[in-house]
């Protein structure tokens, strides 16, 4: 099976932009979950998605907003970009919700100047 | 909440040597434990997990880990490692039921000497 993809790969933006990442799972994964990356921060969780839905949310702010369509591909948005946005935007897709067996994807690594 | 302690920031190893990358957590039960690795630039790959069961866990390649209810760890071994090890090893920790956020600890370098 092909594994989760995610492009871009590497995105360049300036303050206050908008930026949109998107993530294909692993064939018949109905749960995508998304991550920031920073070399301060870790990892930290953003949100789940599962059968469309937004199950879970981490502690960000709303200009972090994602959705999941029909074929389980999701999509990450972040308005109003910060400096402090520049990281490493992983995706996740797992079988299940709730198992916490996850495969990534390389991420898409985005730079707010 | 759960939380995951990885002690070690950096950790360095002359190749053929044994390895031993510590992971302590905090949750009021047992959990799902994973230990993942990442190479630059890239993403995460599943190492190996324990969910229930057999306390020592096998992964892929050549790495285990054993849970350890009584000390609240899951240390990642390996035997002999090789140079194409060096990465960065995250531990991570998943709640059993209901809803579900992962936590990583903050990962642990791993650097080969050749």
């Known amino acids: 099976k092909a594994g989760v993809t995610q492009t871009p790969r590497y995105l360049i933006k300036t303050r206050g932009q908008q930026v949109t990442l998107s993530c294909s799972p692993i064939s018949g994964h109905r749960s995508v979950s998304w991550y920031q990356q920073t070399p301060g921060q870790g990892l930290q969780f953003l949100f789940e998605y599962f059968s469309e839905t937004q199950r879970n949310k981490g502690n960000f702010p709303g200009r972090f907003s994602g959705r999941q369509f029909s074929n389980s591909r999701s999509e990450m948005n972040v308005s109003t970009l910060e400096l402090g946005d520049s990281a490493l935007y992983l995706c996740?897709?797992?079988?299940?919700?709730?198992?916490?067996?996850?495969?990534f994807g390389p991420g898409t690594r985005l730079t707010v100047t | 909440a759960q939380s995951v302690t990885q002690p070690d920031i950096h950790i360095t190893v002359s190749e053929g040597a044994s390895l031993e990358l510590r992971c302590n957590y905090s949750y009021g039960a047992t959990p799902y434990l994973f230990w993942y690795v990442q190479s630059p630039g890239q993403g995460l790959q599943l190492l190996l997990k324990?969910?229930?069961?057999?306390?020592l866990v096998q992964g892929i390649k050549g790495f285990e880990a054993e849970f350890k209810r009584s000390q609240s760890s899951f240390n990642l071994r390996k035997p002999s490692v090789h140079w194409s090890d060096a990465a960065e090893y995250f531990c991570?920790?998943?709640?059993?039921?209901?809803?579900?956020?992962?936590?990583f600890g903050r990962g642990t370098s791993l650097i080969v000497h050749p």
């Open positions: 324990y969910f229930s069961g057999d306390t």
């Open positions: 991570a920790v998943g709640a059993r039921g209901g809803s579900y956020i992962p936590t």
């Open positions: 996740a897709s797992s079988l299940e919700q709730g198992r916490g067996e996850q495969y």
